[in-house]
């Protein structure tokens, strides 16, 4: 099988570091193809960043479609653009924070996110919210580095998510920690060692869920609200955006002209 997995933003050397995370868990005939959007912001870090990525992303999925991806993730901790990818899209389409949060809600009664900015954070509350993680998230707390910082070589991200998860471990009543940011993907082994508690990484868990998905050949329902967006012409730059029919028609109803009276 063949997953997509997206990078919503432009920063190469992160898509790369989960692209070969990523494979370290894939079954073998398993393809992972890690990619991100040409246009778009390096990072991730505001409601704007994110508005601004998802065409970007959107239009790795379409293409995915065309080159006959069986499933897709969405790597990164905002799943930006998860129900639109989900109607574009025929396999399944997960996003990391679900992946992750659902996987931590198994392993412990209750768990803490741990992640970059403190600006994000009312993020992870909105998607614990609408997953209905609610009940199990004890916290959300934030390290206050910058998304691109977390690798730096000499970076002290490692030291800060270890000393924030043994807080979230003594003070949040978690038992659980889930990594807050697709950039922390090859820290996840060392940050579990030092605490000795389940730290779930999301991007890996997306992998095995759309993996477990694809090889029980189940599939995004394409009715409701997955169905395919309803074919209508963009208009200015977003023209390529436009929606297809089944036919691949951008259909442009009649225009509406005004009624004359008199
Ligand atoms: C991510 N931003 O996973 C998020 C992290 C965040 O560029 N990749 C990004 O703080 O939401």
């Known amino acids: 099988m063949r997953i997509k997995l997206i990078n919503p933003n432009t920063t190469q050397r992160m898509t790369a570091a989960m692209g070969q995370c990523a494979r370290t868990v894939a079954a073998a005939g398993t393809e992972i193809v890690a990619v991100s959007p040409t246009m778009g912001p390096p990072s991730i870090e505001s409601y704007y960043d994110e508005a601004l990525a998802t065409p970007g992303l959107l239009a790795e999925v379409e293409a995915g479609e065309r080159e006959g991806f069986d499933g897709y993730v969405i790597a990164c ?29 198994v392993l412990a009664p209750g768990f803490s996110v741990v992640t970059t900015l403190s600006r994000t954070k009312a993020m992870a509350w909105h998607l614990a919210e609408r997953y209905g993680m609610s009940r199990f998230c004890r916290n959300v707390r934030a390290i206050d580095v910058a998304v691109l910082e977390l690798d730096e070589p000499g970076s002290a991200a490692r030291r800060a998510i270890v000393d924030e998860c043994r807080r979230a471990l003594d003070e949040d009543g978690a038992d659980a920690i889930v990594l807050g940011c697709a950039g922390m ?56 955006f436009s929606p297809t029919n089944a036919a691949g028609v951008t259909e442009t109803p009649p225009p509406v002209r005004p009624l004359r009276y008199g």
């Open 77 to 105: 901790f905002g799943d930006p653009g998860l129900y639109a990818a989900r109607e574009l899209a025929r396999g399944p389409v997960v996003g990391i924070a679900e992946a992750a949060m659902h996987a931590a809600s």
């Open 185 to 240: 993907t090859s820290l996840c082994a060392q940050v579990e060692d030092a605490l000795s508690v389940p730290v779930v990484d999301g991007v890996t868990a997306a992998v095995k869920w759309v993996e477990a998905l694809v090889a029980l050949r189940l599939a995004t329902a394409k009715r409701g609200d997955f169905a395919r967006p309803l074919a209508k012409r963009y208009d200015g730059e977003f023209a390529h």
